[in-house]
Nanobody
Framework: QVQLVESGGGLVQAGGSLRLSCAAS????????MGWFRQAPGKEREFVAG????????YYVDPVKGRFTISRDNAKNMVYLQMNSLKPEDTAVYYC????????????????????WGQGTQVTVSS
């Protein structure tokens, strides 16, 4: 059974940091583009950050540029999202996802291009 399991969420004050982890099991995703998405209450799920299979290319949406860093460890089948200088507007459920576009040299940013999803981890930033 293919699974993506997120961890590392929690409650943090504005300006604080959290590191989210995504553990893959059931198969390897070392050739898949990976992404982090988030969904705030009453809003649609949105792309936050993505990374290609090799880790050499990443992409971030403007609101998180300079504050969030996505990385991966293919040997461990893990993906991470380091979140610094957190703001209340970062409050959401964060999801890890794997895209079907194996060995793509371009970061996948579209939700529909991702086939495997974790259950999500809650991040709450207090002001």
């Amino acid at each position: 059974q293919v699974q993506l399991v997120e961890s590392g969420g929690g409650l943090v004050q504005a300006g604080g940091s959290l590191r989210l982890s995504c553990a893959a099991s059931g198969r390897t995703f070392r050739r898949n583009p990976m992404g982090w998405f988030r969904q705030a209450p009453g809003k649609e799920r949105e792309f936050v950050a993505g990374i290609i299979w090799s880790g050499y290319s990443t992409y971030y949406v403007d609101p998180v540029k300079g504050r969030f860093t996505i990385s991966r460890d293919n040997a461990k089948n893990m993906v991470y999202l380091q979140m610094n200088s957190l703001k209340p507007e970062d409050t959401a459920v964060y999801y890890c996802a794997a895209s079907r576009h194996i060995l793509s040299a371009v970061v996948v940013t579209t939700l529909d291009e991702y086939d495997y999803w974790g259950q999500g981890t809650q991040v709450t930033v207090s002001s």
